[in-house]
């Protein structure tokens, strides 16, 4: 979702820098956006070279240690993701009335709709479903995340943006109440199942339409640091410097990875600081006008690619990774796997968004 800047207090053009024109375009966050899905491709394909090994170095070395680097450097991006979100709805473009809010969720849920029926039915085809069918379909309703289980994201995302719509239209002294009313819903429901199930002596999914606190936290963590003015962040040697912070912090995720939990819980403190450092550095960062068109249509993709690229991850990864592989085979397989996946998801949601498919495919 692109967003108009929030106006800033005039000033005399002798004593401070000219404002941002209002309305402009930011096409930082475009290229946030873009580096957030990439990185969960990129996270997902190492996560398929782990699932080769077991999760051990004993059984490929070089497959586990670049398995391990690829998913530690691609952990910030389901929190960049929160963090655009927050800057979106509460500094961004914060919406207007409950309608804007149902809008904006619609554009979410129907594509989530369509891409769970679409894996489903994907796996049905393959014969890779576990459970019936009509089971796997019951359960997506209540949060279940079979079989595509990186739709788990959007359980919570969906929750998030709802919280943070309605309190941004309760401070406007606006009275949203659908809007509330379904938080309230969401709120309610784990313990009104729970309870059903009891009198019913009936068996429901686990209902996962909800949102941790970590999750908030990125997404106001995110609203702030996105919202600051240029001059906070300006110079090529502090942008440097938050870089080599981020180079830290990705060392610091693969070892909390290997010594202690693979893979890193996305509320870890090391998490946490790759994430910021990145955001940090690439916050407000030009990028140059020739690029911009092509950045806009990427960013406007980026959801959809997010939504298909499990069914080409899937199909390519049997033919690419192999638990047996030296080091240049490793890396090459990450690389390759990962470049594959990106063009083949980008493209496809190019193609759709063309064809005005994108309100049913993101």
């Not at 996270?43 to 059984?59: D, F, R, S, Y």
């Not at 049905?124 to 069918?133: C, F, H, K």
């Not at 470049?339 to 980008?346: G, N």
């Not at 968004?353 to 495919?361: A, D, V």
Request: some cysteine; aromatic content about 10%.
């Amino acid at each position: 979702m692109t967003a108009a800047e929030p106006a800033r207090p005039s000033a005399p053009a002798a004593e401070a820098p000219a404002t941002r024109p209002r309305g402009e375009h930011r096409y930082d966050i475009d290229l946030l956006r873009v580096l957030a899905s990439v990185g969960v491709i990129v996270c997902h394909a190492a996560g398929e070279l782990m699932k080769a090994v077991g999760g051990t170095p004993e059984q490929g070395g070089p497959v586990y240690w670049t398995a391990l680097a690829g998913d530690a450097l691609s952990r910030c991006a389901v929190p960049l993701f929160f963090a655009i979100a927050g800057w979106v709805v509460l500094s961004g473009a914060p919406p207007r009335d409950g309608g804007q809010v149902r809008k904006r969720l619609t554009r979410i849920l129907v594509p989530m709709a369509v891409w769970t029926a679409a894996y489903l039915l994907w796996d049905w085809v393959r014969g890779a479903n576990t459970d019936p069918t009509r089971q796997l379909a019951l359960d997506a309703l209540f949060g279940s995340v079979r079989p595509a289980f990186h739709l788990w994201y959007l359980y919570a995302y969906v929750p998030v943006i709802l919280l943070l719509s309605v309190a941004v239209l309760v401070r406007a002294g606006k009275r949203p109440w659908g809007a509330g009313a379904a938080l309230l819903a969401l709120a309610l429901a784990p313990t009104l199942l729970g309870d059903l199930a009891r009198l019913l002596d009936a068996d429901f999914p686990p209902f996962a339409w909800q949102f941790g606190l970590y999750q908030i936290a990125y997404a106001v963590a995110g609203a702030v640091l996105l919202s600051l003015p240029r001059a906070a962040l300006a110079g090529r040697r502090r942008r440097l410097l938050w870089l080599a912070a981020g180079l830290c912090a990705w060392g610091a995720v693969a070892v909390y990875e290997h010594r202690v939990h693979f893979p890193s819980p996305y509320a870890s403190l090391v998490v946490a600081l790759l994430a910021g450092t990145l955001l940090t550095a690439l916050d407000r960062i030009r990028v140059p006008e020739r690029f911009r068109p092509l950045m806009g249509r990427l960013a406007g993709a980026s959801f959809g690619a997010y939504l298909v690229h499990l069914l080409f991850l899937e199909a390519l990864a049997p033919r690419l990774v192999s638990a047996d592989a030296g080091w240049p085979a490793a890396v090459g397989a990450l690389a390759g796997l990962t470049l594959a996946t990106v063009a083949l998801s980008f493209a496809a949601a190019l193609l759709w968004t063309r064809l005005r498919l994108g309100r049913w495919l993101g």
